[in-house]
């Protein structure tokens, strides 16, 4: 049987399944966000891992494994900034006081700062509200920001001056800005409103043109974008349930549908030793427990599978970013800062896992059996309808590959089969 050489990262999750105790652990950062509309972001430059929080941005050294503290913009609730040496721009909520201030500067690392608000960048509307604010990689200076007033503003200038570029905006606060890590004249946009659901708005020349991507998923809202790291026309996205992978750099785009809204993908990320390797990882919410997941693709992105999952208590609160630092994956939650250290969990050298079996259903669309063929050990099968009720369960006796589904009415559903602590889901339609 085929075998392929995975990170450690992937093969955790046959050690922890072993295990009988979580390998999320806290990092010692545990200040409260309560607001459903704050969500403050995580940040790694040079070995520090910084946190933008209620009251400023904090640090913390990852090799020294140093105490927290207080970096810059103290008592101001930061969402998210950008650096070029001792110089920082951040976007806010606003101060302690109210709404007025939304954009902040300084120029000696945040020890003083100054409201940098422009009146006609931001305009004087109630919903005026920032977004997200992200540095080209190449060019410190050029920054890009969304903001609900006028969509997207660039600046070339390191935020003394702003240009429009679009006036597409949408509820997009936890969605996708930023340039294309091997080509930073293509510029990646995603926005997400009620009306046309995500999208994502391309720019192949700075920002000057743009094309229009609407996702064909109802409920699709693009989280996260990440780039091949050799090949600049691979690109992936995260989606609810689903991913995106384009090989045009993002002129087109196919959808990996895993058929469940439960699953919520907040990031997907390249192993960049390995590029036909990707993994993903964000919350399953069921019922009242948030279960934070891995997921992994060892074909850039066709296929996914779980690789680790966990229960968290429900102190635990909402993810609302992630980031990736080597080997450990950090989450940032509404209860403070969780991570996965891959370094200090035990290990054999030289991992391999065996690639899962697949499973196939016989004839779609389906009359009253349904028929399916694999190699796994089905032990339950749950039918739910499009609404996520689950509306006929079957216990699997050894070697039986089909269930009877005569009581179902026409219909889309969704099959979930169990087997020995995995998860497969196929979407059916039922036509008499």
């Known amino acids: 049987m085929k075998t392929l050489q995975l990170p450690f990262f992937i093969f955790c999750y046959f050690l922890?399944?072993?295990?009988?105790?979580?390998?999320?652990?806290?990092?010692?950062?545990?200040?409260?966000?309560?607001?459903?509309?704050?969500?403050?972001?995580?940040?790694?430059?040079?070995?520090?891992?910084?946190?933008?929080?209620?009251?400023?941005?904090?640090q913390k050294d990852m090799v020294r494994d140093s105490e927290w503290e207080l970096f810059a913009f103290k008592d101001i609730k930061i969402i998210e900034f950008v650096k070029n040496g001792n110089q920082l721009l951040s976007i806010s909520q606003g101060t302690k006081d109210g709404k007025d201030s939304q954009m902040f500067f300084s120029e000696n690392n945040g020890k003083t700062f100054q409201n940098f608000t422009f009146p006609d960048l931001f305009g004087e509307k109630e919903d005026n509200f920032p977004f997200r604010i992200i540095q080209n990689p190449q060019n410190l200076n050029s920054l890009l920001f969304s903001h609900a007033h006028s969509g997207l503003s660039k600046s070339q200038d390191f935020g003394k001056s702003w240009r429009n570029l679009n006036e597409i905006s949408g509820s997009t606060q936890n969605s996708y800005l930023g340039f294309h890590a091997l080509d930073t004249t293509t510029i990646y946009y995603s926005t997400f409103?009620?009306?046309s659901g995500g999208n994502i708005l391309r720019s192949t020349d700075d920002g000057l043109n743009w094309s229009f991507y609407s996702s064909s998923l109802e409920y699709a809202n693009v989280n996260h974008i990440t780039f091949h790291p050799l090949n600049q026309d691979v690109l992936i996205f995260s989606?609810?349930?689903?991913?995106?992978?384009?090989?045009?750099?993002?002129?087109t785009w196919k959808m990996i549908n895993l058929y469940d809204l439960k699953l919520f993908f907040y990031r997907v990320f390249f192993d960049k030793k390995?590029?036909?390797?990707?993994?993903?990882?964000?919350?399953?919410?069921?019922?009242?427990?948030k279960q934070v997941y891995i997921y992994y693709s060892t074909d850039t992105g066709e296929n996914w599978r779980l690789a680790y999952t966990e229960i968290l208590d429900t102190d635990y609160g909402n993810i609302i970013d992630m980031v990736l630092y080597k080997n450990r994956l950090i989450y940032y939650?509404?209860?403070?800062?969780?991570?996965?250290n891959m370094e200090t969990t035990p290990w054999l050298s030289n991992p391999k896992i065996t690639i899962v079996p697949e499973l196939t259903i016989s004839q779609n669309p389906i009359d009253n059996t349904l028929h399916f063929d694999t190699e796994l050990n089905i032990k339950c099968i749950e039918i739910m309808d499009m609404a996520g009720r689950v509306v006929q369960q079957n216990i699997i006796s050894d070697n039986e590959r089909f269930i009877d589904v005569s009581g179902l009415v026409t219909g889309v559903y969704l099959a979930v089969f169990y087997a020995n602590g995995q998860k497969k889901c196929k979407k059916i339609c039922i036509n008499r």
């Open 16 to 58: 922890f399944s072993a295990s009988c105790f979580g390998q999320i652990k806290s990092m010692g950062f545990s200040q409260k966000i309560e607001e459903s509309s704050f969500f403050p972001k995580l940040q790694v430059i040079n070995d520090t891992l910084f946190v933008c929080s209620n009251t400023g941005i904090f």
């Open 239 to 251: 989606d609810y349930g689903a991913f995106g992978k384009s090989s045009d750099k993002g002129k």
């Open 274 to 289: 390995n590029p036909e390797i990707l993994y993903a990882s964000g919350i399953y919410r069921s019922g009242n427990n």
């Open 193 to 195: 409103t009620l009306i």
């Open 333 to 340: 939650t509404t209860e403070g800062l969780f991570e996965i």
